[in-house]
């Protein structure tokens, strides 16, 4: 039974940081894609960055320069360094996870390749 938990979020200042973090447990995982996505009131759900387990990593172009991704592979903890946060920043931010292959589909392909998600972690820049 695979768990995805969130942490960090918050509301911070525009310009600001924040750091989130999501812990990963249940499976075996040596084939990934982790993900997170975020879906801001009455908007879909968007993806935000991809990594797979051969370390490719996708950023969306709204975040690129700003949001960095990170991971702890002995423990499958993926972290998301944001900052020069905006308002438009502000959304609920998910982790996602595939464990049925070892890449990541186009993060334009939405949230549909996702099979586990975390609770979400609210991110409010004003």
């Known amino acids: 039974h695979v768990q995805l938990v969130e942490s960090g979020g918050g509301s911070v200042q525009a310009g600001g940081s924040l750091r989130l973090g999501c812990v990963a447990s249940?499976?075996?995982?040596?084939?990934?894609?982790m993900a997170w996505f975020r879906q801001a009131p009455g908007k879909e759900r968007e993806g935000v960055v991809s990594i797979d387990s051969q370390g490719t990593i996708q950023y969306a172009d709204g975040v690129k320069g700003r949001f960095t991704v990170s991971q702890d592979s002995g423990e499958i903890t993926l972290s998301l360094e944001m900052s020069s946060l905006t308002p438009e920043d502000t959304a609920m931010y998910y982790c996602?996870?595939?464990?049925?292959?070892?890449?990541?589909?186009?993060?334009?392909?939405?949230?549909?390749?996702?099979?586990?998600w975390g609770q979400g972690t609210q991110v409010t820049v004003s």
């Open positions: 249940g499976n075996y995982f040596y084939r990934y894609c």
């Open positions: 996602a996870a595939d464990y049925s292959i070892g890449y990541c589909h186009p993060l334009t392909m939405g949230p549909e390749p996702y099979t586990y």
